[in-house]
């Protein structure tokens, strides 16, 4: 209804899990990791949890869009099952062939081994996800645990998915239950977002549903945060509706007034009003604390005078000398500096700061060649939308694309990052500013350069053997406090693609096995390589 009258190509605030829509933040992507990490490896079960909302079954529908061919997937949407009714579902997802009319567990776990063992001789796997995991009965997870048992010599032959609730994790602690929780390989519990990701999370849809400026406004942007309290599907229900409410008034932004009008709307009026009673009971309260302290300060005061009355008529009158006024010196207070974002900043000058920052001296022979330039100087280029989150992760200098005003773009390099300011270089000036202001000009966009290694000259693969290749191996052993003994051409073999895989984990990547520039950025960072840095708690942590 309101697109037209914002631009929008879709309704960006959609609670649909659309894995177009999914913004990466730090635990989104960790929960990714652990799931394709549990997902390649040898079976058994890999757990996710988190409160309503948190967005845990659009991290699943990502992780079904990088799966390969080579696995089969059946979906268990409705856990509320018995153990005869889950095994005829998963018999369904698989495709299996079964009796309508059996009634016992026993030929429907036969027709599931059957399946699986014929899977594995063609080289697939079976994946077995559950929603909702926290309403499965302690029989039903029993079975699972069962079904688990279903291996060959090598490896499980069905991995397994949870997806649910908190309340897993504690039904999972039960006494009972405890061989199903020594099955689980990997777990991750999905919390909601950090404050510093609310603007980015928001602008990130209207990116993706093709709308490049922000409508929310500062304000509107941390009452979003207040009222959400960072968890995804609430956002996108208040962000949904106060849009509505936008278009209605026919108003261009999204105010916090606007906002507060929506959370009526989406929360009910009861709850709204309950809060609004409790703040009238507050204020009563301290109005009347007020009242009390004022009465005994005046009684107080009524007693000292005339104390002071009774004295001064019987005491004889004294000569009054009027004390010589004192003069208290006038301290004005230091003015604070107030720091505004600058209205224009070029890209040149913008990459000219940041190949400084790597020691290089840039004057190109063509604008807007900056990733080639960079090539011909060892360094590769990742563009990346995320936040300053993120970037802390990977703790390289960038450039930042900001519109202060929500039109013409400020190119900055982004030098330094703490939890307190930001050092950016914009137009040749540098600038220190707080996060929150470059949170609200900032619709996430970044690139950074990272340093090539030795023979480099793409993705490292499985399979693959180059000088590269030799290196990642010595820097990995290098790691470890070991030695590699140099190869002219090391093969990335299962060896070496499982020595990744724990890398990226312990860097908080998704372990793949593939390493791309943000594998190479973590481990040139723990290697001491002499590469600009963002923050200084990295350095001293080498």
């Not at 926290?134 to 998915?161: C, F, G, H």
């Not at 106060?242 to 929506?262: D, H, I, K, P, S």
């Not at 202060?404 to 930001?422: C, H, K, M, T």
């Not at 619709?443 to 993705?459: K, Q, S, V």
Request: net charge neutral.
């Amino acid at each position: 209804m309101y697109n037209d009258h914002f631009g929008l190509e879709e309704a960006p605030f959609s609670i649909a899990p659309d894995p177009r829509y999914l913004y990466l933040s730090q635990s989104h992507r960790e929960a990714l990791g652990h799931l394709i990490y549990g997902v390649r490896s040898d079976g058994g079960v890999v757990l996710l949890t988190g409160e309503v909302g948190t967005g845990k079954t659009t991290v699943c529908r990502c992780l079904l869009e990088q799966l390969p061919d080579d696995v089969d997937i059946a979906i268990v949407l409705n856990p509320k099952l018995t153990t005869v009714e889950l095994l005829a579902t998963i018999c369904d997802e698989f495709g299996i062939p079964y009796d309508p009319n059996m009634s016992g567990v026993k030929g429907y776990i036969d027709r599931i081994n059957s399946y699986l063992l014929a899977s594995h001789a063609k080289n697939r796997r079976a994946v077995l996800i559950i929603d909702e995991a926290q309403n499965l009965s302690a029989d039903v997870l029993e079975q699972l645990r069962l079904l688990t048992n279903l291996e060959t010599s090598q490896r499980k032959l069905l991995q397994i998915i949870l997806l649910g609730q908190p309340e897993l994790r504690d039904l999972l602690r039960k006494e009972e239950l405890r061989q199903l929780a020594q099955r689980i390989t990997a777990r991750y519990h999905l919390g909601p977002l950090q404050r510093d990701e609310i603007n980015a999370y928001v602008s990130h849809r209207f990116a993706v549903a093709g709308l490049r400026h922000q409508i929310f406004t500062p304000a509107a942007i941390r009452r979003l945060f207040r009222l959400s309290k960072g968890i995804p599907r609430v956002i996108n229900l208040l962000c949904d509706r106060a849009l509505l409410g936008a278009f209605a008034q026919g108003e261009g932004q999204v105010t916090r007034r606007l906002l507060g009008q929506a959370a009526r709307e989406v929360f009910g009026t009861d709850q709204l009003s309950l809060w609004q009673r409790c703040r009238r009971l507050l204020l009563w309260l301290l109005a009347g604390l007020a009242l009390v302290s004022t009465g005994a300060a005046v009684a107080a005061s009524y007693l000292i005078w005339q104390e002071r009355s009774t004295a001064q008529l019987a005491a004889p009158p004294a000569k009054v000398v009027a004390p010589a006024p004192v003069v208290e010196p006038v301290v004005e207070p230091a003015p604070q500096p107030e720091v505004t974002l600058p209205s224009s900043g070029s890209e040149l000058s913008a990459y000219q700061a940041l190949f400084a920052r790597w020691g290089l001296a840039y004057q190109p022979d063509t604008l807007g060649m900056y990733c080639r330039d960079a090539a011909l100087n060892g360094l590769g280029c990742l563009a990346r939308k995320g936040s300053l989150r993120n970037l802390q992760h990977l703790n390289r200098p960038a450039i930042l694309v900001l519109r202060p005003d929500g039109g013409r773009p400020v190119y900055a390099a982004l030098i330094s990052l703490s939890q307190s300011e930001v050092k950016l270089v914009v137009g040749g000036e540098t600038l220190t500013l707080a996060p929150e202001q470059i949170e609200q000009a900032w619709l996430g966009d970044f690139t950074l350069l990272w340093r090539f290694p030795p023979g480099y000259d793409g993705e490292l693969k499985p399979g693959d053997r180059s000088p590269a290749v030799t290196w990642l191996g010595q820097a990995l052993a290098s790691l470890q406090g070991k030695s590699l003994l140099p190869e002219s051409d090391l093969l990335f073999d299962d060896k070496l693609v499982a020595e990744v895989k724990r890398f990226q984990v312990k860097a908080g990547l998704v372990p793949d096995g593939i390493v791309g520039p943000q594998t190479l950025i973590h481990l040139n960072t723990l290697l001491g390589s002499d590469e600009p840095l963002l923050t200084v708690a990295a350095k001293e942590s080498r």
